[in-house]
């Protein structure tokens, strides 16, 4: 007999989340659901970026320059979908500074784009604390796993509790990482800024206007 019910199960175990990265021609507005922001190494190697390994690299073998990227989950304003959000260090200080002034990125409101427009331009994130009294969000997910499975890469209970970064207050996943693939950014319709006042509409504020 089956087990009926009158509510849908969190799946609070699902690591199938969608990597995210700022379109060109629109703004992501979102809630961070993670605590903390995930900071590791990458490359831009075979045309997809991929995790750095801190011994044998392929890449830096091949005199591939190292990058830093960081790592978020957040969910969609309007959609309430539940992703991954990349970032580049420059655009993560916005996250960094956040956490140092509330104690958690749990709840932040960000708008994320990219001010000329064009797809590997400049990304400038605005924050504020969310409104959390008219929304629920999702629980945590554990980050550095889901970025495991989309890269596919080994990742053990213990890459969950990271050294911090004596000269940072962030993350750096130091795992040596296999190989991974690159993932499609969400083909989901980001809302527009001013989904956060008025759920529709199209005007681009400034990060003193957020």
């Not at 996250?95 to 990304?123: I, M, S, W």
């Not at 890269?151 to 190989?179: F, M, Q, T, Y």
């Not at 083909?187 to 509409?201: F, H, Q, R, T, Y």
Request: with cysteine; charged share 25%.
């Amino acid at each position: 007999m089956p087990v009926f019910t009158s509510t849908i199960p969190e799946k609070t175990k699902h690591l199938g989340f969608d990597l995210v990265r700022c379109p060109a021609d629109r703004p992501i507005v979102a809630y961070v659901t993670s605590d903390e922001m995930i900071v590791t190494e990458t490359h831009y190697w075979g045309g997809r970026t991929v995790p750095h390994e801190p011994e044998d690299c392929p890449a830096c073998a091949q005199m591939c320059p190292k990058r830093v990227h960081c790592y978020v989950s957040a969910m969609d304003i309007k959609t309430r979908a539940h992703f991954l959000f990349e970032c580049t260090a420059h655009a993560g200080v916005s996250f960094e500074d956040y956490r140092k002034a509330h104690g958690t990125l749990r709840g932040c409101l960000f708008q994320a784009h990219r001010p000329k427009r064009t797809k590997n331009g400049k990304v400038e994130i605005a924050t504020k604390p969310g409104d959390l009294t008219k929304v629920t969000l999702p629980a945590e997910p554990n980050v550095i796993k889901a970025l495991c499975t989309i890269w596919r890469i080994p990742c053990s209970e213990a890459d969950s509790s990271l050294p911090v970064a004596p000269d940072r207050d962030i993350r750096h996943d130091k795992k040596r990482n296999g190989r991974c693939r690159n993932v499609p950014v969400n083909v989901g319709e980001p809302p527009k800024m001013s989904d956060i006042l008025a759920g529709n509409g199209e005007s681009h504020r400034t990060k003193q206007q957020l």
